[in-house]
């Protein structure tokens, strides 16, 4: 199985892929377009600014080919937002797979810490992502833009508000914490997607 990570100005690539060759999938990291449309599986991950990761997207024509894929993508963290419609970072029009507008966290509360970091329990999980993941698992979150809950939210998390921990759309998926950081539980659920 041919397995893609699209390379973009964004970090967290190598502990994607260290994530994917302990479940024995060899993973290429490309931004090339023949490469991405030969593969099987497509992740988009992401740690970095909305608006200079689209551009770099638009330039390499990849926004344009990932609205129109059919095969499984995973959006992870950053990756997630930039399949939404708009993000409030920088006033960013993204790729649009999901009508959910990106915004930022706002609190008057000096607990609770922006961005937020740290381990938060998923629940109401849904889909084939989940399968074998019990609700109120831990995951690990770092992003200061979350979006928000809608139809197509599979897995909710409360950090200030209610928000979407996870999203799919047909065949794009996409989650707010890292799973390659997220110990056996966040590992189990990218073997999920590997298998769909």
């Known amino acids: 199985m ?11 690539v190598q502990s994607v892929l260290f994530s994917l060759e302990r ?15 030969n593969a099987e599986k497509i992740i988009l991950p992401g740690v970095g600014e909305a608006n200079f990761a689209m551009q770099y997207l638009k330039k390499k024509k990849l926004d ?12 992870i963290c950053l ?10 970072e ?4 993204c790729i649009g797979i999901f009508d959910l507008y ?6 008057k509360n000096k607990n609770e810490k922006i961005p937020q970091i740290g381990w938060n329990t998923i629940y109401q999980l849904q889909g084939p992502l989940f399968k074998n ?10 992003h200061s833009y979350y979006a928000p809950l809608g139809k197509e939210t599979i ?36 073997e999920n997607f590997i298998r769909l």
């Open 155 to 190: 897995a909710k998390t409360d950090y200030i508000i209610s928000y979407s921990a996870a999203i799919q759309k047909n065949n794009f998926y996409a989650v707010q914490f890292h799973p390659e950081k997220s110990s056996f539980i966040g590992h189990k659920i990218l």
């Open 64 to 75: 344009i080919f990932i609205s129109k894929t059919k095969k499984p993508v995973l959006g």
């Open 79 to 88: 990756g997630m937002q930039l399949l939404c419609k708009f993000s409030e």
């Open 102 to 107: 990106v915004k930022k966290f706002k609190s």
């Open 133 to 142: 993941i019990p609700d109120n698992s831990y995951q690990y979150f770092v």
């Open 90 to 93: 920088s006033s960013t029009s």
């Open 23 to 37: 479940l024995g999938v060899k993973a290429i990291v490309t931004d090339s377009l023949e490469s991405i449309n």
């Open 2 to 12: 041919k397995t893609i990570i699209i390379k973009y100005p964004a970090g967290n």
